[in-house]
Every structure is written in structure tokens, then in C-alpha cells.
């Protein structure tokens, strides 16, 4: 599985779920701005518990967008050494939008997620019924390049779900995507609904 790193803009949200990365395909950032002297117990016990998968960057100086700038380094930085790996921001601040937008036409897989229970992947992993799986991957879908094939997005569906669902339950998946009018099925080809 693709490593995910998770960025967090502690200054912008104050995460929830933090137990749903401590799993081994997690690196945990968490920037904290000059002025937050503490961060949560929940937050300081998983990413003691992730150990070198986690770390905390602390902003020395104030200034508009330092932060984000900060963040922005680390997914440059990190991409150059990991080109194969995830990019998850979590904040509620939209100027990273044009950055993942950016990010994405350099083909480096990017996202933005309001809160850590919104990520795509740990969605995926606490989805329950095929309902609950196919939101999980329409909102991986709305991250990543399209696959093109019935086939390509079963292996992408099946990696999503770190290839625990039997070939059946993909294809449910698929079914359920396509009642959903977020693909449609021609044959072995998938086109996808016109992005909002």
C-alpha cells in the first residue's frame, strides 16, 4: 500500500479520530503555530504511541500564511524523496486548494479533508455496508486520476480497501457507483460524472 502522509494545520483544526492513524501505512505531521503552546491528549498520545511515523513542526515566527508555507515545503520536500506516496492535508483553510490542484497536475496524488474522520482512506477502512464503501471510493475518485477500465477500478477499489473485499463486494461497489450516477458502465470502459 502507498504510504499517506498526513499534514495536519493545528492551527486551523483540531483533529478527531486520531486513533484511525496509528496503522502502519500513516506519517503523521502535525504544525503547530508560534503561538499554541499544547496540543490535545489525544493527539500527543497517538503520535507518541506512531513513534518515528509522527513527528510536530513548530512554527518559530508569526506571519500571514507561515503555517501554510510550512506545509507546503514538507509535501515538496517529501514528494521529491516518496513520488509514490499520498498527500493528505487536513485543514479547513481553502488556500491549499490551488496548491493540491497544482500538486495534482504534477501528478502528485494530493488532497484537502476538513477533519482526519473525512479522509479518504480511513473512511474507506470504517465503512461498513456497500452503501457506506462506494462513498468511500466516490470521494477517493474525486482525489486521483480516473481509472478508465471496469478492471482498473476494481484493482483501485481493492487496494482502497487494502484488499480485504472478495470480487464480489467490488463489484457491488461498482453497481452501487453507478446507481449513485457517479460513473457509468460501457462495457469494460467507466466514465465518470462531470465534477461539480
Known amino acids: 500500500m502507498?504510504?499517506?502522509?498526513?499534514?495536519?494545520?493545528y492551527e486551523n483544526v483540531q483533529p478527531d479520530a486520531m486513533e484511525a492513524l496509528d496503522r502502519d501505512h500513516y506519517n503523521v505531521i502535525v504544525f503547530v503555530g508560534s503561538n499554541q503552546?499544547?496540543?490535545t491528549h489525544e493527539v500527543a498520545s497517538v503520535l507518541q504511541r506512531m513513534g518515528d511515523r509522527a513527528s510536530y513542526v513548530r512554527i518559530s515566527r508569526k506571519g500571514g500564511n507561515a503555517l501554510d508555507f510550512h506545509i507546503a515545503y514538507?509535501?515538496?520536500?517529501?514528494?521529491?524523496?516518496?513520488p509514490n506516496a499520498y498527500f493528505h492535508i487536513v485543514s479547513k483553510d481553502t488556500g491549499f486548494d490551488p496548491l493540491i490542484e497544482h500538486l495534482r497536475s504534477k501528478r502528485v496524488l494530493a488532497g484537502r479533508s476538513q477533519s482526519v474522520s473525512d479522509l479518504p482512506l480511513v473512511k474507506a477502512e470504517s465503512s461498513k455496508s456497500i452503501a457506506e464503501k462506494a462513498v468511500a471510493v466516490a470521494a477517493h475518485l474525486e482525489r486521483?486520476?480516473?481509472?478508465?477500465?471496469v478492471k482498473t477500478l476494481g484493482s483501485m477499489i481493492n487496494s482502497l480497501f487494502q484488499k480485504t473485499l472478495i470480487e464480489e463486494d467490488i463489484q457491488r461497489v461498482i453497481s452501487e457507483l453507478a446507481r449513485k450516477g457517479v460513473i457509468a458502465v460501457n462495457e469494460s470502459k467507466v466514465s465518470y460524472a462531470t465534477s461539480k
Open 37 to 39: 503552546t499544547k496540543v
Open 2 to 9: 502507498k504510504k499517506n502522509y498526513v499534514l495536519i494545520d
Open 144 to 149: 486521483i486520476p480516473k481509472p478508465r477500465t
Open 74 to 82: 514538507y509535501i515538496g520536500r517529501l514528494s521529491a524523496e516518496d
